[in-house]
């Protein structure tokens, strides 16, 4: 029966307008999603109208493949810029940029386009298969749970403090406190807001990323002479495919970030960004002894944060089209383009909606193999556009910055909280704080906050809800060990 709706599903995609929605939101979700700021989400949001009058099939292929072209897209900006083109693209400036200024944009780019493509076929094989299981335990997933899988993101800020850890908790502190800002999510007390309104409902995280990043890097190309050329680094640009040794190196990296990828976006409201820093933590943890560390340009950085990134995305609709509940913002949108539809996602889908199901899954399926084949093409050009002068580049990456930082929700005050975010930015790096625990805190500590506290709410004030719960228990104590274990072997190294 399965292959029959495959076979269905496969002449349903053959159609030529089918295939050019298809290409077509590829291209456009890989061009938004390398402008810093301009995320699926808004994209999606904006171009949903659009899918109204199509078929189901044709409006959810042409949405996907934004999805799915955006996601991978914002890898591009972090390697060549320093600046995510999305949050969950923030954990691949870890290693992509450092090789970047080594010369090997063109590499970064080809293994994070494999590794995209590892990440997103394994999530969708997973969605096809496995999407019952998948979804029956990520919905096990209550307040305890959520607020030990938040610490256990926390506890990544040990593997990206880089060389000081003081420096690594005062940069995830500074983030968890900026997200404090706002209305408090249990008792509904006025955080740091000042009476201005714009902060009633927080401080918009994608603009500080943009500021911290993107504003920040530039702030520090101008303090040191735009024109002096002394950052210029020739690009090696040869060949299409990576290496048989980037291969060799990336591969079980790649499949295992894949598959804890693709459970970490099963889980409602976990996310791209989420998944991204957990599989990298992972790959800094069992391959530790790497040629070169972590941090300094190892592809297999960029291939673990890659692909748990893309695995999301497959994940995220394991949930969504399973159970009828979002796994992430994209999703909650892609319901809504269903329902106009009077498809209504849940259970009941794989028995009213089945080819319509499976046009969805070959359908993602085929998104990753495009989206392959026009990044292993394309690697080389952008690869080519960090030769351009800075004096030319800039401005352009600059205003494209304040742009994005207001698109997203076409608020003014945004473009201001991303000014601020530029100039702390640029403070810290010139005092050598990392930017990016800053921006786990960001992330985390409002998922940690309101779970803890609700979990403190249904337990009467009592701790032990945390030790009852196996799920959170576990995940609790792996969080202890990644905190125990570097302070374990420094003891040992000093010893």
């Not at 990392?434 to 779970?451: D, H, R």
């Not at 196996?470 to 995940?475: E, K, N, Y």
Request: glycine letters at 12%; proline letters at 6%; one cysteine or more.
């Amino acid at each position: 029966m399965v292959v029959e709706y495959i076979g269905q599903a496969l002449v349903n995609l053959a159609d030529p307008f089918i295939l050019l929605l298809m290409v077509g939101g590829i291209f456009l979700g890989i061009l938004m999603g390398s402008i810093p700021g301009m995320t699926a989400t808004m994209t999606i949001a904006v171009l949903l109208s659009f899918t109204f009058t199509m078929e189901p099939s044709q409006g959810m292929i042409l949405l996907l493949g934004i999805y799915g072209g955006a996601v991978y897209a914002g890898s591009i900006p972090a390697i060549l810029i320093r600046t995510p083109g999305t949050p969950s693209a923030a954990a691949t400036i870890f290693d992509g940029h450092p090789l970047s200024q080594k010369g090997e944009a063109g590499r970064a780019i080809r293994v994070s386009t494999i590794a995209s493509f590892v990440g997103g076929v394994i999530s969708v094989f997973a969605l096809m298969f496995f999407s019952p299981v998948i979804a029956d335990a990520a919905l096990r997933f209550r307040s305890p749970e959520f607020f030990a899988l938040a610490f256990f993101g926390l506890t990544i800020i040990v593997s990206v403090s880089g060389d000081s850890l003081t420096k690594g908790m005062v940069s995830g502190l500074l983030g968890m406190l900026v997200a404090t800002v706002g209305i408090d999510p249990v008792t509904g007390f006025h955080r740091f807001t000042f009476d201005i309104p714009e902060l009633l409902t927080g401080v918009e995280f994608i603009a500080v990323m943009i500021g911290l990043f993107g504003i920040a890097e530039g702030l520090r190309k101008y303090s040191q002479g735009i024109n002096s050329g002394n950052d210029r680094v020739d690009q090696e640009i040869t060949g299409v495919f990576p290496s048989l040794s980037d291969l060799r190196s990336i591969a079980p990296v790649s499949v295992g970030s894949g598959i804890l990828g693709s459970f970490i976006g099963a889980i409602p409201g976990a996310g791209g960004d989420i998944a991204a820093f957990i599989t990298y933590n992972e790959a800094t943890r069992w391959l530790k002894d790497s040629v070169p560390s972590f941090g300094e340009g190892n592809v297999r950085g960029v291939a673990a944060a890659e692909s748990g990134n893309n695995a999301s995305t497959g994940g995220a609709l394991i949930p969504t089209l399973t159970l009828g509940i979002p796994g992430d913002s994209v999703s909650a949108i892609l319901i809504g383009a269903l329902l106009v539809h009077d498809v209504n996602p849940g259970p009941g889908l794989y028995q009213e909606e089945p080819v319509l199901l499976y046009t969805i899954f070959v359908g993602f399926l085929l998104i990753y193999v495009f989206i392959l084949i026009f990044g292993m093409l394309g690697a080389n050009y952008w690869a080519r556009l960090i030769n351009i002068p800075k004096s030319h580049i800039w401005p352009v990456i600059l205003v494209l910055c304040v742009i994005g930082a207001i698109a997203l929700r076409g608020n003014v005050f945004d473009a201001w909280i991303m000014l601020g975010a530029g100039v702390l930015g640029y403070a810290m790096r010139l005092r050598g704080y990392p930017l990016a625990p800053m921006v786990l805190g960001l992330i985390l500590a409002p998922i940690a906050e309101e779970n803890l506290r609700r979990s403190l709410v249904l337990s009467g004030g009592s701790p032990t809800i945390f030790l009852t719960s196996p799920i959170a228990l576990v995940i609790i104590l792996l969080g202890l060990g990644a905190i125990a274990l570097p302070a374990v072997r420094s003891i040992r190294a000093n010893a």
